[in-house]
């Protein structure tokens, strides 16, 4: 072989050599890039996954949360409603039993041979009706609901005695100042709780 050949093989020998090397360092390239581009996305991934885990925690959060705070509020809202209606009964119980009281009293203010027995009869039933209802509205472990029933045993015993109608106004009047109490402090529990 000639020289100028042989040249020629060796400079043809060399561009193919350097091609491949180029091709070679082109593949490793693009599996160094590839490879980057994969970690890239799995650290995208990665981080996009701990993202929406913390934001379903805080979403589960805020909704256990409100849920929380709905059933609060429906609770002293059923309360606060409940209360206001013990309050209404009891309320409306005691001024029944005062009126049935006085409708006893009155009737005992007639001449005896004027009195309507059966009448008289059906009156002191509805107070005993009355304030056995108030009993069972009244709370036995506090102090002033049993000296409310305390008031009204003895307002009730003081109907069947006309002669002792000034003790009567006098035990009625103490029954109403500690009713009014009683029923005070109890709105107040009622608008703490609105």
Same mark, same amino acid.
């Given at each position: 072989?000639?020289?100028?050949?042989?040249?020629?093989?060796?400079?043809?020998?060399?561009?193919?050599?350097?091609?491949?090397?180029?091709?070679?360092?082109?593949?490793?390239?693009?599996?160094?890039?590839?490879?980057?581009?994969?970690?890239?996305?799995?650290?995208?991934?990665?981080?996009?996954?701990?993202?929406?885990?913390?934001?379903?925690?805080?979403?589960?959060?805020?909704?256990?949360?409100?849920?929380?705070?709905?059933?609060?509020?429906?609770?002293?809202?059923?309360?606060?409603?409940?209360?206001?209606?013990?309050?209404? +009964?009891?309320?409306?119980?005691?001024?029944?039993?005062?009126?049935?009281?006085?409708?006893?009293?009155?009737?005992?203010?007639?001449?005896?041979?004027?009195?309507?027995?059966?009448?008289?009869?059906?009156?002191?039933? +509805?107070?005993?009706?009355?304030?056995?209802?108030?009993?069972?509205?009244?709370?036995?472990?506090?102090?002033?609901?049993?000296?409310?029933?305390?008031?009204?045993?003895?307002?009730?015993?003081?109907?069947?005695?006309?002669?002792?109608?000034?003790?009567?106004?006098?035990?009625?009047?103490?029954?109403?100042?500690?009713?009014?109490?009683?029923?005070?402090?109890?709105?107040?529990?009622?608008?703490?709780?609105?």
């Amino acid at each position: 072989m000639d020289l100028p050949a042989f040249i020629s093989a060796v400079v043809a020998v060399s561009a193919f050599l350097a091609v491949a090397a180029t091709v070679k360092t082109a593949r490793q390239q693009r599996a160094a890039d590839h490879n980057i581009a994969s970690r890239q996305i799995d650290s995208s991934f990665k981080l996009l996954r701990e993202q929406l885990d913390s934001q379903n925690t805080i979403a589960l959060t805020q909704i256990s949360s409100a849920r929380d705070q709905a059933l609060e509020e429906i609770k002293a809202e059923v309360l606060a409603k409940n209360r206001q209606e013990w309050i209404n +009964d009891l309320r409306n119980t005691l001024a029944l039993f005062i009126v049935s009281t006085h409708k006893c009293r009155n009737h005992l203010t007639v001449a005896p041979h004027e009195r309507d027995q059966r009448m008289i009869e059906a009156n002191v039933d +509805d107070a005993w009706l009355h304030l056995t209802r108030l009993r069972l509205l009244i709370n036995p472990n506090e102090d002033d609901h049993v000296e409310l029933i305390v008031t009204a045993n003895l307002m009730f015993d003081l109907i069947q005695s006309a002669e002792r109608k000034p003790l009567h106004m006098e035990v009625e009047r103490k029954l109403l100042i500690k009713a009014q109490e009683i029923l005070k402090r109890e709105w107040e529990r009622v608008k703490s709780l609105a």
